[in-house]
């Protein structure tokens, strides 16, 4: 028995020595990086759980902010919000109009001219009664950490209640309040209906964890700055 496992482990230490030294080198380093980057996808996820916990609400038991931060997501080709959006927007209907926010920033990509997320939720809103001058656009919320880093530093937001899916939510939760704003959030169930397209965007919310903590270690200004807007301050003060 010894004599057989002796002679296993000389042709396995064969075998290795036959492999190339850079594959050798290749494979390790690739070990390594698969297990590096698992745990920083598990202590990202965690650091996301931990500063949410406590701030995820629904519309009905949310507490009142002055301002509701909606995120944007796809805009149809024919420039109507998509289900994924209009269902963000509902929620930020309800509460506007249940008092529970007294405006609502919009904050999505308009980085081309042809495509603006801001402008058509500001439609969806305005056509579902909610005041004009009540809703304000933010053109450059180009991600999550964009929209809540020029949620604080453009628009002078210091407490909100954020508005996307329930998914996306703690990620949305926890950079907006390490990022300054005192933020909760409500999360849209609805759009579960879609299952595909919930389960694919539910599956990227790893690899968005370990972006999000890297961001705000990093605490990289947003891809757009700009002058300070006065437009939510407006928007609260005006009847």
């Known amino acids: 028995m010894r004599r057989r496992l002796a002679m296993m482990i000389g042709t396995w230490r064969t075998a290795v020595r036959a492999v190339p030294r850079w594959l050798r080198l290749a494979v390790g380093l690739g070990v390594v990086g698969a297990v590096l980057l698992t745990a920083g ?3 990202s996820v965690n650091w996301i759980r931990r500063g949410a916990d406590g701030h995820l609400f629904t519309a009905a038991t949310v507490p009142e902010a002055p301002v509701a931060l909606v995120l944007g997501t796809k805009v149809q080709p024919d420039g109507e919000p998509s289900p994924f959006l209009a269902a963000r927007l509902e929620i930020a209907r309800q509460l506007y109009a249940s008092g529970k ?6 904050s999505g990509d308009n980085i081309r001219p042809e495509y603006d ?10 056509e579902r009664g909610v005041p004009a001058h009540k809703v304000v656009r933010d053109y450059a919320g180009l991600d999550t950490y964009d929209s809540c880093a020029r949620a604080k530093r453009i628009f002078g937001v210091d407490r909100a209640t954020l508005v996307t899916q329930s998914f996306h939510l703690p990620r949305a939760v926890t950079v907006c309040r390490r990022l300054g704003v005192d933020a909760n959030g409500v999360g849209d169930e609805t759009a579960r209906a879609y299952e595909r397209t919930w389960r694919i965007s539910s599956s990227r919310e790893h690899g968005a964890a370990v972006k999000a903590a890297l961001d705000v270690l990093s605490g990289r200004d947003p891809a757009h700055l700009g002058r300070r807007e006065t437009g939510v301050d407006d928007a609260l003060l005006a009847g």
């Open 41 to 43: 996808t598990v202590a």
């Open 101 to 106: 926010v007294g405006a609502i920033l919009v």
């Open 117 to 126: 997320e801001p402008t058509a939720m500001r439609r969806w809103l305005v």
